[in-house]
């Protein structure tokens, strides 16, 4: 089993997030098709080389591809990803509530807070186990962007509005242990 897969595998509590809705669009997609969906979330030069992996109907993960450079892409809900190592670890840990690791991680999210068939998504920018909308968590959605993980990304010293412009760089989920840099790149 590829180091990448044993790290992308705890993240399979994500999984609980993604309505039946989104599980299904995602299991109609053929293995070609959700690859390159999730590859573009990337540059190409990143994407050339990454792993990729996808969620199955019982919550378990399949490799479609052993990437190189220690980047995992995916698809989660209508994020498409591509994630370091230091990044899954640290998704791994907010999925489970446990302290994320203290080091710098890299996410690209390329497509947005958009999915691959145009359906928004977007996340609350106060509450990380927010899982939809609601009247008073601060819903987000984000263009093109990367992600930044870790002590030094809360160094950056971006706004922690519970409102930012998402077009200008800021923090999400300021002041928890799962704040992040969200920079948006478009």
């Known amino acids: 089993m ?4 044993r790290l992308a595998l ?8 993604l309505g039946p809705g ?17 590859l573009a979330a990337a540059p190409k030069s990143v994407a050339r080389d990454a792993s990729v992996i996808r969620l199955e109907h ?6 479609l591809r052993v990437g190189t450079n ?8 209508t994020d498409r990803m591509c994630n ?5 670890q640290f998704l791994q840990a907010m999925m489970k509530h446990e302290p994320p690791p203290n080091q710098l991680g890299f996410s690209y999210m390329l497509g947005g807070d958009t999915g691959p068939a145009g359906e ?6 106060t509450d990380p186990s927010a899982a939809a909308r609601t009247a008073d968590n601060h819903w987000i959605v984000t263009g093109p962007h990367i992600m ?3 002590p030094p990304a809360k160094a950056l010293g971006y706004t922690e509005a519970a409102d930012p412009d998402p077009t200008r760089p800021y923090m999400m989920w300021a002041g928890t242990p799962y704040e992040h840099a969200m920079v948006p790149v478009k």
């Open 22 to 38: 989104a599980r299904a669009q995602h299991a109609a997609l053929s293995d070609e098709v959700y690859m390159k969906q999730a």
């Open 70 to 77: 220690g980047f995992t892409c995916l698809i989660m809900g």
């Open 148 to 150: 930044l993980f870790g």
């Open 84 to 88: 370091d190592r230091n990044s899954m």
């Open 10 to 17: 705890p993240v399979v509590c994500l999984a609980l997030a």
């Open 58 to 63: 019982d919550g378990t993960w399949r490799t």
């Open 2 to 5: 590829s180091s990448d897969l």
């Open 120 to 125: 928004t998504g977007g996340a609350s920018n």
